[in-house]
């Protein structure tokens, strides 16, 4: 076998792994692209060690456009993406991204990675009180379209700029405000598809002058890991929609809570 074809395979167990909790956690899987890609791409040589972050996150971006369709189509079919909301979140989160893309070469890296690890652990810890907690949680309304567009719009463009789908930021923003955790995560997919379009245009048009395309590139995505990466998770996606409709809630705030802790580790030794 080929290094390329290695290369592949590779990205594609790693498909399966991110569609699984694309499905399940409503995340495009970027937590745990962007990690695994990166040593990936270290091992296999494709190129110089400064870019590799850069490529990671982009092609992660890429590859959740197909994931999270295939995970918002299937949360779709089972009737859990509120339309009433998700198209102010949406919104917010487009707007984000897109400024995001052209402007991640701007900001410190370190200033991204530790707002980024203390808001992940901030978050699990909350998700682990919630789930152990046998009271009723306390209903609150959530605030108006524009204000809500304006918090996502945050979301969105910290998202775009990690790499990740944006369910880890925002199906916790809509639990805190009472919304059904499943519904929240359908809404998450839908987001993620957003997030990934106009997140992955910045960095195809930052990256042109720096990548080339003869070598697999467009701008800094990395299309053999692309391909093997969507050439899974598309289809495992479904599987982990479906899944929330076995495991209680609880369970999946742990899973999910479980997963920041870890990613946020990761983050740490980048």
Known sequence: MTISVLLILCCALLGCVVGFLAGLLGIGGGLIIVPVLSAILLYFNVLESDYVIVVAIATSLASILFTSTSSALAHHRNH???????????????????????????????????????????????????????????????????????????????????????????????SYFSVDMRKAIGCAAVSGIVI???????????????????????????????????????????????????????????VFALLLVVIAGKMLFY
């Open 80 to 174: 859990n993406v509120p339309w009433d909301i998700a198209p102010w979140v949406m919104a917010g989160v487009a707007v984000g991204a897109l400024i995001s893309g052209f402007m991640v070469a701007l900001i410190p890296v370190h200033w991204v990675k530790w707002t980024f690890v203390i808001s992940v652990l901030l978050i699990a810890a909350k998700m682990v009180f919630s789930s152990q907690s046998h009271a009723p949680e306390k209903l609150r309304s959530l605030p108006s379209g524009p204000v809500l567009a304006s918090i996502t719009t945050l979301m969105g463009a910290l998202s775009a700029m990690i790499g990740i789908g944006g369910g880890v930021l925002i199906v916790p923003l809509l």
């Open 196 to 254: 990934a379009l106009f997140g992955s245009v910045g960095y195809v048009v930052s990256g042109g002058q720096t990548l080339k395309l003869t070598d697999g590139f467009a701008g800094f995505v990395y299309l053999p890991a692309l391909f093997g990466i969507v050439l899974t998770s598309w289809f495992v996606a479904p599987v982990g929609a479906k899944a929330t409709h076995y495991l209680p809630v609880p369970v999946i705030k742990k």
